[in-house]
């Protein structure tokens, strides 16, 4: 069984393929309409914090245990346990983890296909298919359908491939794309009337929210799913990183550049938003805050890019690309959980196993396009607010409660001599231990 687990190349492949997991619609759209909602800088400065004193520490320990173990989630919870007990609790957290990262990736595909279909469409509109481009831009079961399954099928191509020939080498290609895209539209758009307006909007505090518990969180939920935490994505990368990688190093250098690219998102979608109201676009709702769901993605960003002409076909293909390449790195990341299980402890085949699953979760995905009303919202709210959260608590209690201090200590030292000497080694293990349970707990509920 030892043979042939995979293992990134190197500290670079590791970076791209964890910031790609982490960078995701939760960064590109998720975080600025949040930032937009919720009162400004007010939302952007409480979700650096919380990013730094509660998200950090629990990637931390997802990536420490993940290492230690060099397994799945399941394996790898389990031998840190020290009884019955903690093993039960292990299996509990393990399995729960990988069915609620399936349901993510189940409500993730659907999302991630219209971002296809949107990137399809200007390219239908550059040939004169008309006919087509409405077909892709209309809300239809048939064309929902169609894009998850697209979708799915990268997906699996990707992880079929393995973790240096997939997720590594296809990360390694696409991240840095998405930081030029991304930097190259920033720019396009500030040249443009009413980004200073939309510039303000982001960066102008609202001090009066700091207090608003609703603030508090939905930045926690944000900073949780940013960072993809909870279900053993973090655990699983972390257990193919080189042992002599230093951890808390690698683990800062991924929480830099998930909070370094939402943060420039959101130079991005909140000018373009002002941008879009200055050439005539509704981009308030019947309660006066500004379109923040699917409405903002769908419909207000392909108005804007409309009025812009014959240069608006390819901001929108630069802006639809860099969406679909952001879900695409997340999903792998999703995917990789349940297949390292099926591969590890069931001893399937990667191939077999990334097709197997990857069907499951798309049935899984086709039956909420089908029913889209109730079950959307239902799945991506139980996953997300209840579910990842309460995840992350447990493996918090696993890495500073349950697995001995000696343990963690011994796996930090692989890659950095004098751990216990530094910073991190006087924070964190508190961090964890009291900080971060309590604050979810406290969070949690609210
Ligand atoms: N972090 C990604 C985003 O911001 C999504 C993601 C990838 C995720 N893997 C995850 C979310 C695991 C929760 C759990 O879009």
């Not at 919720?38 to 629990?58: E, H, M, Q, R």
């Not at 279909?117 to 048939?142: K, N, V, Y």
């Not at 370094?260 to 709702?285: K, Q, R, T």
């Not at 201090?405 to 011994?410: F, I, N, Q, S, Y």
Request: charged share 10%.
């Amino acid at each position: 069984m030892a043979s042939a687990r995979g293992e990134f190349s190197s500290r670079f492949g590791f970076l791209m393929a964890a910031s790609g997991s982490a960078v995701g619609l939760g960064n590109i759209w998720g975080f600025p309409t949040n930032t937009a909602s919720n009162g400004g800088a007010a939302f952007l400065f409480t979700y650096l914090v919380l990013a730094f004193v509660l998200a950090y520490p629990a990637l931390m320990a997802e990536l420490i245990i993940g290492r230690h173990a060099r397994s799945n989630a399941i394996t790898a919870l389990k031998s840190i346990s020290t009884g019955p007990k903690s093993q039960l609790l292990a299996v509990i957290v393990g399995v729960a983890g990988m069915i609620t990262v399936s349901f993510i990736l189940s409500f993730y595909a659907i999302v991630s296909g219209w971002m296809i279909a949107f990137f399809i469409d200007p390219l239908a509109r550059i040939l004169g298919m008309s006919d087509l481009s409405l077909w892709l831009t209309s809300d239809t079961e048939i064309r929902n359908s169609l894009f998850v399954l697209i979708f799915m099928s990268l997906t699996v191509y990707i992880i079929s491939a393995g973790v240096k020939d997939g997720i590594e080498k296809w990360a390694s290609r696409l991240m840095p794309s998405l930081v030029g895209i991304l930097l190259l539209l920033i720019l396009y758009v500030f040249t443009l009337p009413g980004a200073m307006d939309g510039l303000r909007a982001y960066l102008v505090p609202d001090f009066s929210r700091f207090a608003d518990p609703q603030l508090l969180i939905n930045a926690m939920g944000q900073a949780f799913f940013s960072l993809s935490l909870g279900v053993g994505t973090m655990l699983v990368y972390g257990s193919y990183i080189n042992k002599e990688e230093n951890l808390p190093v690698v683990g800062s250098l991924v929480a830099l550049l998930d909070i370094g690219i939402a943060v420039l998102a959101g130079l991005l979608i909140l000018p373009a938003m002002y941008v879009a109201l200055a050439s005539g676009v509704e981009i308030f709702d019947e309660a006066g805050g500004l379109i923040a769901g699917p409405g903002l993605i769908v419909s207000v960003l392909p108005a804007l890019f409309n009025s812009m002409g014959v240069i608006g076909v390819f901001v929108a293909l630069a802006f639809f690309a860099l969406m679909t390449i952001a879900s695409l790195t997340s999903s792998i990341s999703m995917l990789e959980v349940p297949v390292a299980y099926a591969v590890e402890n069931r001893g399937m085949g990667r191939n077999k196993a990334a097709v197997l699953i990857g069907g499951v979760i798309s049935c899984i995905s086709l039956l909420i396009v089908f029913n889209f009303d109730p079950l959307f919202d239902l799945v991506a709210g139980f996953t997300t607010e209840r579910s990842q959260p309460l995840l992350s608590l447990f493996i918090c209690v696993f890495a500073a409660w349950i697995w001995s201090r000696d343990g963690v200590l011994a796996e930090i030292k692989h890659g950095s001599a004098e751990a216990d000497q530094g910073l991190f080694w006087k924070i964190w293990p508190f961090y964890v231990k009291f900080i971060c349970p309590l604050a979810i707990l406290v969070v949690y509920f609210q």
